[in-house]
């Protein structure tokens, strides 16, 4: 199995020469192939002592994963090879353990990988600095901040697909255990001239294409956008789309991180808002109207769009259409419009969305800023990353190009005063023999840009703010006069360029000699873009807006705001902010990433000689190495050098009480390090080499473990010593608690033996006392039971006697008693409770009877004879008394009611009585006639003075008087006849004469027939041979047929004694002279209505209908 390899310096399997400083000869062949032959073996890392070259690969290298983190990580600079974690890791440790301020400052031109060493950076340090969920959140936040701004700010530029139009300077802030807190991002002017064009084989800012690509239909039709590119002018339609770039998972990744970075949806919202108005601001055109007042006028061609914006960002239609039309000039107080022609209004338009684009660019950073600052306000340390635009030459170059390569100029600066001015004015203040290095400097050129009085950009606002017309070539003409004599400064007109005949440079441009090389400007814009201008009446529509991000982001245009002075120019403006950039950098211990770029190609695996070559020169690596090799590697003031490796050397060790200096000096030379190594300075000891400083790092390292192990070593044996002595003290305190309790314990078993013997002897004493007195109490007894048994036996011979005496006379007193007992019981026993039962029994009784009765009195039914109500029986054992009871009851109440009648009354019922045994269920028609009283007498004879005659004849009381019909034997048909019952006989008369027709006693009445039917039909039957029997039976009809009948019978009876015979049949005979007739009853018709008909059939049959 292969032995694990083991890094231990960076020497081990170097490809070429790690360290640029070992390079052996030195120059710039040499240079160049070494980083050639490295670049080849994927080696794209190189160092010259602490600063790391970065040649970019254009392509992924394994070399960023989780595990080279880990192989970095606390491992010192030189000990691996050459990485930009190396740096980072220096870096983060420094601030860490030394508490030292970092910044890492990346330069290198546009596409050297500037922005994507940052990246590494912050990765890195993300991966090795503190863990939680807190800290987590904070560095994903400051990690997610990155997309964001690249999105907003990044665009593709024929030099770098991703190249970043903004500078970006990002404060990392950590506490003192080295954890982030949070962060702090300034960004530098952003290139907003490509929002509204771009040069040929560019784009405009990654947003646009990223929206337009992987936006949802739903969100781009609420942003009222369409997904094709074409539509929209302000999008250079030739490279649209960018290889191996996805736009669409590009804006899912911004969403994604503007979410975790603490945007809220409505912010986000608004934020894209503002992008869709921008992109739809350039499909406004215009149109030239005519001439008013010899002004020209322009009108929009396609009001639709200015609508849709309106509609997005809220502002009013017509407010938005008149500042498009219309400039207010304010001076003196007096505010003048003036109209706009199409040029103008095109100006206007595409200010607006210039100032919306960098306004909500600058919006965004102040916004993340609020996400990702520290929550707290303990002292923290600071790794500063700077990633500014990097320098850059194209084939027109304007006023942007010119201040991101001014920055860059100020950049190199910096690294000249920090790293090669600084380090060798060093050398010389501390005293170290020095030989000088030349180097150019750029701080001439620096001068020609910024210079106060006849700097460039100086020249340019003080055009900028001079009355009277001012173009770009009158801007030209001015820098003509007052750089001509510069010696970096070329125009066709300057001394330089007519000496050079410079036929190259055209008349509108101006060259300037670069640290970097000759760049030529096109002057074209220079004055506007410094201006920066944005009318007033623009500003105020956008205040005025219903948006509250777009209102924020235009406070001049709130019209109680107004401020009439101008400004600070774009030039002024970057220029500040550069300066105190540069000033922020120098409080801060400097880390270079110097990257280069190996090919124009974009490609990987090419490594352009000349252009690498160029970039050499210019970034003044080569001097950097000379530099480097000349002096020392490591310098520190003599008090931190002490501080650090005192513990290193006996004497110095703890303390040491003399000069810093003199102390250091025994170190060293405790140590045995050899001169050449180092040198004293006047405060600052310089150590040559780094693997010195390397061995002093391990014997420190190695003193600090000893010194650890002897620290613990005392403070275990102060531990077990102060765990003894405590332990020692507890077995005291236990023993004497312990002691205390076993000779209570003892104490307790020898008092309670004691008690035992001393109650043991106490008993025997008191048992022998006892015993004693026992004797002598049985001798007592003794003697008095001999005297009570003698006593006794007297006593008791006296009391048998009495006894005897005394039961003679008790047996009488109790025969006497017993006697008188039986006596009295025989007498009171009815009294007594053998009779109870039977006493209570019908007491009980009696009373339930009582209640029964009482009762019953208040719940009587009615006296109606009729009504059948009667209470519900209360006890079973009076039922059939109560069945009895109601039965008197109703007798009872029947007699009373009978009691209540007359002597008349009496006989109507009787004679009622009479007629329901008569006729009940035999004769249809007794039903009806219940109801009806018995009159007798309905005709009034006595009154009637046309009976007078009848009267007179019939001097017995009348019983009946009606008229009947009677029907005549031959033909059966019926006369009306008066029938008379009296006491004795039957009488009938003619009805208007009142003349008597015929008289039966009712002694020869023998039978009355009629049948069952409802007919007043009834034969009077004769007795045979009796004077009245001549003719025959009568055959008589009534309507009173019951009554009639009825009365003749009580009448019979009472007068013969003997019951009339009444047979109730359908069919009888009756003699008619000499013939027996037979009476016939059928069920007729109806014809005569309700009157029954009588017909003689023949000499045999008589028949009667009845309906
Ligand atoms: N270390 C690297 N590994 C792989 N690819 C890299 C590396 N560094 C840079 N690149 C590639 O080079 C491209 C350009 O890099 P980057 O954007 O960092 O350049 P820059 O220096 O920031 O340029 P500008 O000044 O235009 O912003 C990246 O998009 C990436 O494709
Ligand atoms: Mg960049």
């Known amino acids: 199995m292969a032995k694990m390899e083991v890094k231990t310096s960076l020497l081990d399997n170097m490809i070429g020469v790690g360290d640029m400083v070992l390079l052996e000869p030195l120059n710039e062949d040499s240079f160049i192939n070494n980083l050639k032959k490295r670049f080849d073996h994927s080696e794209v890392y190189t160092y010259i002592g602490s600063v790391v070259i970065s040649i970019n690969p254009y392509r992924s290298l394994p070399i960023y994963t989780p595990e080279k ?55 890195y340090v993300a991966a090795v600095c503190g863990k939680g969920a807190e800290v987590n959140q904070v560095k994903e936040q400051l990690l ?22 903004f500078g970006k300077y990002m404060d990392i802030e950590f506490d003192f255990k080295g954890d982030p807190l949070g962060g702090v991002i300034s960004n530098y002017l952003l290139e907003k001239s490509r929002v509204v064009k771009q040069p040929r084989g560019e784009r405009n800012f990654h947003i646009f294409y990223q929206i337009l690509s992987g936006a949802s239909e739903d969100f781009l039709c609420k942003l009222k956008l369409e997904q094709d590119f074409s539509r929209y002018n302000y999008l250079g339609l030739d490279s649209a789309k960018v290889n191996g770039v996805d736009d669409a998972a590009n804006f899912r990744t911004v969403r994604n991180a503007m979410q975790i970075v603490g945007f809220m949806d409505h912010e986000t919202q608004s934020v894209f808002e503002v992008v869709a108005a921008v992109l739809k601001l350039g499909n406004i055109e215009f149109k030239p109207e005519s001439r008013v ?30 500042a498009f039309s219309f400039r207010t000039v304010e001076a003196k107080q007096e505010k003048v419009s003036t109209t706009l022609n199409v040029a103008q209004a095109y100006y206007a338009r595409d200010a607006l969305a210039k100032n919306l684009y960098s306004r909500l660019f600058s919006w965004l950073v102040t916004r993340i800023n609020e996400s990702i ?26 006023f942007e190009q010119f201040i991101i390569n001014y920055c860059n100029e100020k950049l190199q600066q910096i690294f000249i005063e920090l790293t090669l001015k600084e380090e060798q004015e060093e050398y010389i203040r501390e005293g170290i023999e020095w030989t000088h290095i030349e180097y150019f400097n750029n701080a001439i050129i620096c001068d020609l840009i910024e210079n106060n009085q006849t700097g460039i950009l100086a020249m340019l606002d003080e055009e900028c703010l001079r009355p009277g017309t001012v173009t770009d070539d009158t801007f030209l003409e001015k820098l003509n006069q007052v750089c001509a004599t510069h010696q970096h400064f070329e125009s066709r007109m300057s001394k330089c360029s007519r000496f050079l005949n410079d036929t190259s440079l055209p008349h509108s441009c101006f060259r300037i000699q670069h640290y970097a090389g ?17 009318y007033r009446d623009l500003s105020q529509a956008m205040w005025k807006a219903n948006h509250s991000l777009i209102k924020a982001l235009f406070p001049e245009g709130n019209p109680t705001k107004i401020n009439l002075k101008r400004p600070p120019t774009a030039g002024s403006q970057f220029k500040a902010s550069v300066a105190t950039l540069m000033k922020n950098l120098q409080t801060k211990n400097p880390n270079y990433i110097r990257c280069i770029k190996p090919n124009d190609k974009k490609a990987a695996h090419i490594f352009n000689d000349a252009l690498v070559c160029h970039q050499i020169r210019y970034l003044g690596l080569l001097e950097n190495v000379r530099v480097r090799r000349a002096g020392y590697a490591f310098r520190q003031a003599y008090e931190p050098c002490l501080e650090r490796y005192k513990m290193l050397c006996k004497q110095t060790w703890p303390h040491w009480r003399g000069p810093a200096r003199a102390g250091v000096e025994v170190l060293f030379n405790e140590l045995e390090i050899p001169e050449e190594e180092f040198s004293f300075g006047r405060s600052k000891i310089f150590i040559r080499n780094p693997r010195t400083l390397f061995k002093l790092e391990d014997l420190r390292k190695q003193r600090l473990e000893d010194l650890a192990t002897l620290i613990e070593k005392i403070y275990r044996g102060w531990k077990c010593r102060t765990r003894f002595l405590l332990m020692k003290k507890s077995q005291i305190v236990i023993a004497s608690w312990y002691r205390r309790y076993a000779q209570q314990k003892k104490y307790q078993k020898i008092k309670s033996s004691a008690i035992i013997v001393q109650s043991y002897i106490r008993g025997w004493k008191a048992r022998k006392l006892l015993r004693e007195l026992k004797h002598q109490k049985r001798c007592n007894e003794a003697a008095t039971i001999i005297a009570a048994y003698w006593h006794g036996t007297q006593a008791r011979r006296e009391l048998r006697r009495l006894k005897e005496e005394a039961r003679n006379k008790h047996a009488i007193a109790v025969i006497w008693a017993y006697w008188l007992g039986y006596k009295v019981r025989r007498e009171y026993r009815k009294f007594f409770r053998a009779n109870a039962g039977r006493k209570i029994y019908e007491f009980t009784l009696q009373r339930l009877m009582q209640k029964y009765f009482l009762e019953m009195k208040n719940k009587m039914p ?13 006890y079973l054992f009076l039922d059939s008394t109560h069945k009895e009871l109601k039965r008197i009851f109703h007798l009872w109440r029947c007699k009373k009611y009978r009691d209540q009648f007359t002597d008349q009354q009496k006989l109507i019922y009787e004679e009622k009585l009479e007629a329901s045994e008569l006729f009940k269920d035999k004769k249809a028609l007794y039903p009806a006639s219940v109801g009806q009283p018995f009159q007798g007498a309905y005709l009034e004879i006595s009154k009637n003075p046309k009976y007078k005659k009848l009267k007179d004849a019939v001097d017995e009381k009348i019983i009946i008087a009606e008229v009947v019909n009677k029907i005549n034997r031959a033909n059966g048909k019926a006369t009306s006849r008066i029938f008379l019952l009296t006491k004795n006989n039957v009488l009938l008369a003619d009805q208007k004469s009142g003349n ?86 059928i069920q007729g018709s109806q014809k005569n209505g309700n009157i029954p008909t009588c017909k003689r059939k023949n000499n045999r049959l008589l028949e009667v209908a009845v309906p």
């Open 996 to 1081: 008597i027709k015929s008289e039966v006693p009712l002694g020869d009445v023998t039978k009355v027939s009629m049948s069952s039917q409802n007919d007043g039909f009834f034969a009077v039957h004769l007795k045979e041979g009796s004077g009245a029997a001549g003719k025959g039976d009568f055959l008589l009809s009534s309507d009173h047929l019951i009554e009639m009948a009825t009365k003749l019978y009580r009448t019979t009876l009472s007068q013969t004694k003997q019951k009339l015979n009444i047979e109730i049949s359908d069919e009888f005979l009756v003699q008619f002279r000499q013939d027996k007739v037979c009476v016939k009853f």
């Open 373 to 398: 600052k520290a929550q707290t306000k303990v002292r923290k340390k600071v790794m500063g990353v700077l990633d500014i635009y990097g320098f850059e030459i194209f084939e027109d170059n304007s």
């Open 69 to 123: 983190v880990e192989e970095y990580r606390n491992r010192n600079f030189y000990e691996l090879s050459p990485h930009i974690f190396a740096l980072s890791d220096e870096a983060y440790r420094s601030l860490r353990d030394q508490d030292k301020d970092q910044c890492i400052l990346i330069t290198g031109e546009s596409g050297a990988g500037k922005t994507e060493a940052s990246k590494l950076v912050m990765s």
């Open 518 to 534: 000759k760049v030529m400007y096109q002057v074209e814009g220079f004055v506007d873009k410094n201006n920066d201008l944005l």
């Open 293 to 322: 007042n010899g002004l020209d006028e322009s009108k929009i061609k396609d009001k639709n769009e200015l609508k849709e914006i309106c509609e997005l960002t809220g502002i009013d239609q017509s407010v938005l259409e008149r």
């Open 862 to 874: 009615s006296l109606s004879p009729i009504d059948k109500n009667w209470p519900a029986r209360p």
């Open 144 to 165: 997610q901040s990155n997309p964001v701004l690249e999105a907003f700010g990044n665009a593709k530029t024929v030099r770098n697909d991703n190249s970043s139009r």
